[in-house]
Nanobody
Framework: QVQLVESGGGLVQAGGSLRLSCATS????????MGWICQAPGKEREFVAT????????FYADSVKGRFTISRDNAKNTVYLQMNSLKLEDTAVYYC????????????????WGQGTQVTVSS
């Protein structure tokens, strides 16, 4: 079992920034590929970003490329999502998720999920 706890969500104006954090426990963090997935009201879950076990590789959805940065601190068992230049359409619940395989942009491939943190972007 892997426990994931997100934090850092909130209300921000368009153009602003937020930094999400996800603390993990229950399994060696370095064995886990990590990802961020979001879900807006009335919409399906949508892949945002993923990072490899070492942090050496990342992959982003086209919609966030150049604005969001995923990173991890393996000493702190924590993964981050730096969100810059936020847009109204970024409003969603953001979930941290993990898997034991390689990076994937398919949210169905992630095994363990956090409870989510709300990000609301206002005009």
């Amino acid at each position: 079992q892997v426990q994931l706890v997100e934090s850092g969500g909130g209300l921000v104006q368009a153009g602003g920034s937020l930094r999400l954090s996800c603390a993990t426990s229950g399994r060696a963090f370095t064995t886990l590929t990590m990802g961020w997935i979001c879900q807006a009201p009335g919409k399906e879950r949508e892949f945002v970003a993923t990072i490899s076990r070492t942090g050496g590789s990342t992959f982003y959805a086209d919609s966030v490329k150049g604005r969001f940065t995923i990173s991890r601190d393996n000493a702190k068992n924590t993964v981050y999502l730096q969100m810059n230049s936020l847009k109204l359409e970024d409003t969603a619940v953001y979930y941290c998720a993990s898997r034991e395989g390689g990076m994937s942009n398919d949210d169905r491939m992630y095994t363990y999920w956090g409870q989510g943190t709300q990000v609301t972007v206002s005009s």
